[in-house]
T-cell receptor, first 113, second 117 residues
């Protein structure tokens, strides 16, 4: 079965640089979520999109932005990167027909040096 | 206030034995969903099982079952016949509301399970 695809899987950036993470949800899933998981921590919700519209917002820094495109893929844009942004970034997708069970992608491991 | 509580930071279990991972939750919303995820050392987050607040029966998925006690607000994960590959971090998570725009998951702090041969 098709799963959530994230790219890149690993990313190394320097402080103050920008990064773009991409997510391709499971086909026919209508909702995409972004989570951030710091080292040794549980995932924290950042933002979500339903049918290409922002549906909820969590603890996402103002330096971050995200959008969902017409083909339902989503991108998380991160600017002025800080050392504390180093984390595992997950994208998840769900659909109404499956009780909104969220299926996670493999994650993008971002390291800021 | 902590919405999802996992009180066991780490647990050991012998191979082929059953193990119960504890999870309690707090919500005033009558409609909610409870999830368990497995995160191996490789980092991916694997969906295991889901329980809706209105589900009459406890959820089961293969060797995984969810012991849902609504009055006690607990949703413990039971893994039967543990295997070495079950060694991982396990997260309990909750979605408040029955679905729709507010579907974000709130996670517990996780339980690190080690299966011993």
């Amino acid at each position: 079965a098709a799963g959530v695809i994230q790219s890149p899987r690993h990313l190394i950036k320097e402080k103050r640089e920008t990064a773009t993470l991409k997510c391709y949800p499971i086909p026919r899933h209508d909702t995409v979520y972004w989570y951030q998981q710091g080292p040794g921590q549980d995932p924290q919700f950042l933002i979500s999109f339903y049918e290409k519209m922002q549906s909820d917002k969590g603890s996402i820094p103002d330096r971050f932005s995200a959008q969902q495109f017409s083909d339902y893929h989503s991108e998380l844009n991160m600017s002025s990167l800080e050392l504390g942004d180093s984390a595992l970034y997950f994208c998840a997708s769900s659909s109404q027909g499956s009780h909104y069970e969220q299926y996670f992608g493999p994650g993008t491991r971002l390291t800021v040096t | 206030a902590q919405k999802i509580t996992q009180t066991q930071p780490g647990m050991f279990v012998q191979e082929k034995e059953a193990v119960t991972l504890d999870c309690t939750y707090d919500t005033s919303d009558p409609s909610y969903g409870l999830f368990w995820y497995k995160q191996p050392s490789s980092g991916e987050m694997i969906f295991l099982i889901y329980q809706g607040s209105y589900d009459q029966q406890n959820a089961t998925e293969g060797r995984y079952s969810l012991n849902f006690q609504k009055a006690r607000k607990s949703a413990n994960l039971v893994i039967s016949a543990s295997q070495l590959g079950d060694s991982a971090m396990y997260f309990c998570a909750m979605r408040e509301g029955g679905g729709g725009a507010t579907n974000k998951l709130i996670f517990g702090t996780g339980t690190l399970l080690a299966v011993q041969p």
